[in-house]
């Protein structure tokens, strides 16, 4: 990405005009996408395959984004959030209730996610999510957070490949017949690569921010690129996760129809 505000500001604002606003009455309408004015305080050049030539971004959160003011967020250009709900089989997010509301009424397209540890069996998180996360309109898909987390002081488990697939699938059928659409999979190089989890058929969410995805996850498709740590975002204090949907505004409008609740 560019090294200079000026010089990034001056790129979303061309992405802004060089792509067409829908068509009044056409059902993508409804679905309005902003320009992100994001900044990046690490930004990394991706090459060719820059984000910033994707038109829809987008961020996700948990509670140490804190308070968040999401009508400011949304005139930045956050045009959808993923939003932490829950994590292992017993802990809520504190800000969930807050961020989900607040998000849905600035006119943020949101879904719910679930960092997922393996202390607890998948049929007990998956019901602890939906315990959480109401089933209603509006909402995108829910997600399936897949990584290691070195640093947990409870569980640090770290089952066979094969062991990870299958609580995967428990997982991920049980919420979709819950919530009547299939999960996504958000998940960092060295779980994907450890695990295998080309195998696993869902729609991903993938994290690379240092190399262009098609160097990460060879041959992997995607629907959303996490790719930022540093992102800079009007109404978010410090820090938050930058993300971009895989398509042009048209391809993100039919992508909401068709996987929206």
């Not at 996504?184 to 240092?210: C, H, M």
Request: glycine content about 8%.
């Amino acid at each position: 990405m560019p090294r200079t505000a000026s010089a990034r500001l001056a790129l979303v604002m061309a992405l802004a005009l060089a792509w067409p606003v829908l068509p009044a009455g056409a059902q993508q309408a409804t679905i309005s996408t902003r320009a992100a004015a994001f900044d990046d305080r690490d930004p990394v050049e991706f090459g060719r395959h820059a984000p910033r030539r994707l038109p829809v971004h987008g961020i996700d959160v948990s509670r140490f984004q804190g308070g968040i003011d999401w009508h400011a967020a949304a005139r930045s250009g956050v045009n959808f959030a993923f939003i932490k709900a829950t994590e292992g089989g017993d802990l809520r997010d504190p800000e969930f209730g807050r961020n989900w509301q607040a998000a849905a009424h600035a006119g943020v397209l949101r879904g719910a996610y679930h960092f997922y540890y393996f202390c607890t069996d998948a049929r007990t998180r998956a019901d602890w999510f939906i315990h959480n996360v109401p089933r209603g309109a509006g909402a995108l898909p829910p997600v399936l957070d897949m990584e290691w987390n070195p640093h947990s002081p409870t569980c640090q488990k770290r089952p066979a490949p094969e062991v990870v697939r299958r609580e995967m699938g428990v997982f991920l059928n049980r919420l979709e017949r819950h919530y009547h659409q299939r999960p996504i999979v958000y998940t960092t190089p060295r779980f994907y690569r450890e695990n295998d989890l080309g195998q696993v058929k869902a729609e991903f969410w993938l994290r690379s921010v240092a190399h262009p995805l098609p160097e990460v996850y060879p041959g992997q498709s995607w629907h959303f690129w996490q790719y930022s740590g540093t992102g800079i975002v009007g109404g978010v204090k410090g820090d938050v996760d930058l993300n971009a949907f895989a398509g042009s505004r048209t391809d993100w409008a039919a992508w909401v129809a068709r996987r929206r609740q």
